[in-house]
């Protein structure tokens, strides 16, 4: 009797977790030629106004896309900056869009290109999933969830 119930609670829990599995290839976050891979956040100090996001944007396609435009309803606005030496100095700067060619891919990540939520409504935790937006000019909207990663590593500064 006990065993059956444990069979039982173990079916439930294998179902369980193939519904997340499934849930996880739903979010695919793909669309036409492009594929969404490996989106984070990074975690942000209590009090951040600031946080950044990162992603590598691949493309099939045998046409270059551009993207042009972010947005998340866990900040006021998201915009695309850029890191460049100015001066021996590294800066970041905003930049209007981000070239993804043709049968390649872009990376975003800590250094270069990257993403930045600015007005953070309340802090990036660690295992949050960031909803976020993205606006291609060919393929449109393609929408990614951001896990969002410990602290650490490369401080985001402004
Ligand atoms: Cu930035």
Do not use: C
Not at 26 to 41: C, F, T, Y
């Amino acid at each position: 009797m006990l065993e059956s119930r444990m069979q039982k609670f173990t079916r439930v829990l294998v179902g369980a977790a193939l519904l997340v599995a499934a849930a996880g290839l739903a979010h695919a976050q793909s669309k036409g030629d492009l594929q969404i891979e490996k989106p984070w956040a990074r975690a942000t100090p209590p009090g951040a106004s600031v946080g950044g996001g990162y992603l590598t944007i691949r493309n099939k396609g045998a046409a270059g896309d551009r993207l042009v435009g972010v947005s998340s309803p866990v900040s006021a606005r998201v915009e695309m900056h850029e890191m460049a030496m100015e001066k021996d100095i590294m800066r970041m700067r905003e930049v209007k869009g981000v070239d993804v060619p043709a049968k390649g891919a872009v990376e975003l990540k800590p250094g270069g290109f990257h993403l930045m939520f600015i007005e953070l409504k309340a802090p990036l935790k660690a295992g949050d999933k960031v909803p976020v937006t993205l606006r291609f000019e060919k393929a449109g909207e393609v929408k990614a969830e951001f896990a969002v990663e410990p602290m650490g590593g490369h401080p985001a500064k402004h």
